[in-house]
């Protein structure tokens, strides 16, 4: 195994049985665009694996931490701990982004640094070590990545609406009112364009697979205008 990998796995603190495990899951698809030597596979089906064991370790954590907490507080916090900006904070404190094997042009585009990037090689990594260490392993990883980040956030994060709704309401401004614009994609699989408009602030808008996610989507977008100065 080379030096880097062998950094990492000292940080990981666990030693790959499967080494081809952990060169796989820092392999970024456009990798195999130059067919560069000694690349197999991305980490596309690791990231896929990493993402179902993340939020199942997550929701167990939470779960026993805050034993008096509803549902909803509960998915809340749970949505913050495995969004995209956490899995990237948590793939830049392992060094992942320079350790990425990928084409000099998604390089030279910033792909070392880009959060989608991160997050997605931090799911593979979980992955990774799911598949070759099991579950225990990957739980062991995760717990000692995110809680330290659960623990900091005393209150559950609000959802996108109900932050809307209380900063327009702070303002005496009326409540935010949504529409639905359209559908997009095919019957079975729909994609909803959701506007919201508040006084005195453009529109936004969000897409996402039902109208309920849409409309976070474009609370979301809302929040963004209104709190950007």
């Given amino acids: ?23 796989q899951a820092l392999t970024h698809p456009s990798a195999l665009q130059n067919r560069r030597p000694k690349v197999s596979a991305p980490y596309e089906r690791l990231e896929f694996l990493g993402d179902r064991v993340l939020g199942l370790v997550v929701a167990d954590m939470l779960f026993q931490y805050f034993p ?112 639905t614009l359209g559908t997009e994609g095919p019957a079975h699989e729909p994609a909803f364009l959701i506007g919201v408009e508040v006084e005195g602030v453009a529109p936004a808008t969000g897409r996402g697979p039902s109208k309920r996610v849409a409309e976070q989507a474009a609370a979301t977008a809302m929040l963004e205008k209104v709190r950007t100065p």
């Fill in 68 to 179: 008096q907490e509803a549902e909803g507080a509960l998915a809340r916090r749970h949505a913050a701990l495995v969004r995209r900006e956490t899995l990237a904070d948590v793939a830049e404190s392992l060094g992942l982004g320079n350790r990425l094997v990928m084409a000099r042009g998604e390089e030279e585009a910033g792909g070392r640094s880009n959060p989608g990037t991160l997050a997605d090689a931090c799911e593979a990594l979980i992955g990774a070590l799911y598949a070759d260490g099991g579950f225990e392993i990957a739980a062991r990883f995760v717990r000692d990545r995110w809680q330290p980040r659960m623990e900091e956030v005393l209150a559950p994060p609000k959802d996108a609406k109900t932050a809307l709704q209380e900063w327009a309401q702070g303002l005496g401004k009326k409540l935010p009112v949504y529409t």
């Fill in 1 to 23: 195994m080379e030096a880097p990998l062998v950094e990492l796995c000292c940080l990981l603190g666990h030693d790959f049985a499967q080494p081809g495990l952990l060169t």
